[in-house]
């Protein structure tokens, strides 16, 4: 059984998902998303996402972290900055809790997801709601980007470096009833 952890990051709204299960067998899973203050400074803001980010890596105990990969449209480059940001600070986190996090590109998650990598976020999103069994569409759609990136690292078989040679932490089980995070 293991715990994969999906980040769609943003500094504004950072997507979170959580999947427990083996391969195509989902046994629980969760959702949220961290939002930060739009007026606050972008040192406070990181400083907010970076300790929400370590709170959930100690209380879900993954065994990895899949991760948006950073992308860059041309006529929002201030996009690009903010997102290679919270990126940095995910990756600090995953190297602090000593987690491998492996990055997909937005493309190649709506190829797995849906077969198109070129799907709309409507369909991604309601792929991840069929293939989890949730009632109602996902919100806010940032924690359906992650909870997609999240059952991609539990059915690929991602090299898990990075992390240490001693059995996997457990804390027991502790169900997650498809309800956001809190």
């Known amino acids: 059984m293991a715990t994969i952890v999906g980040i769609d990051p943003g500094l504004a709204?950072?997507?979170?998902?959580?999947?427990?299960?083996?391969?195509?067998r989902i046994t629980g899973y969760g959702f949220g998303c961290i939002r930060t203050p739009?007026?606050?400074p972008t040192a406070?803001?990181?400083?907010?996402?970076?300790?929400?980010?370590?709170?959930?890596l100690q209380q879900e105990s993954?065994?990895?972290?899949?991760?948006?990969?950073v992308y860059s449209l041309a006529e929002y480059p201030k996009?690009?900055?903010a997102l290679g940001q919270v990126t940095g600070i995910v990756l600090l986190a995953a190297a602090r809790a000593g987690l491998p996090c492996h990055a997909?590109?937005?493309r190649e998650a709506k190829l797995a997801l849906t077969g198109n990598g070129a799907a709309s976020k409507a369909q991604l999103a309601e792929a991840v709601r069929v293939r989890l069994g949730h009632p109602v569409p996902i919100r806010p759609s940032h924690a359906a980007d992650a909870l997609g990136l999240a059952l991609i690292g539990l059915t690929r078989s991602f090299p898990r470096l990075g992390r240490d040679s001693s059995p996997?932490?457990?804390?027991?089980?502790?169900p997650l009833p498809g309800s956001p995070l809190p």
Do not use: H, K, N, Y
């Not at 950072?14 to 195509?24: K, L, P, S, W, Y």
């Not at 993954?62 to 990969?69: G, K, Q, R, S, T």
């Open 13 to 24: 709204a950072t997507g979170i998902g959580v999947v427990r299960g083996e391969g195509a």
């Open 104 to 106: 997909v590109a937005v």
């Open 44 to 56: 406070s803001r990181l400083a907010l996402l970076f300790s929400r980010i370590e709170a959930l």
């Open 168 to 174: 996997p932490r457990r804390g027991g089980p502790r």
């Open 62 to 69: 993954p065994e990895a972290i899949v991760l948006e990969d």
């Open 38 to 40: 739009s007026g606050s």
């Open 79 to 81: 996009s690009a900055i």
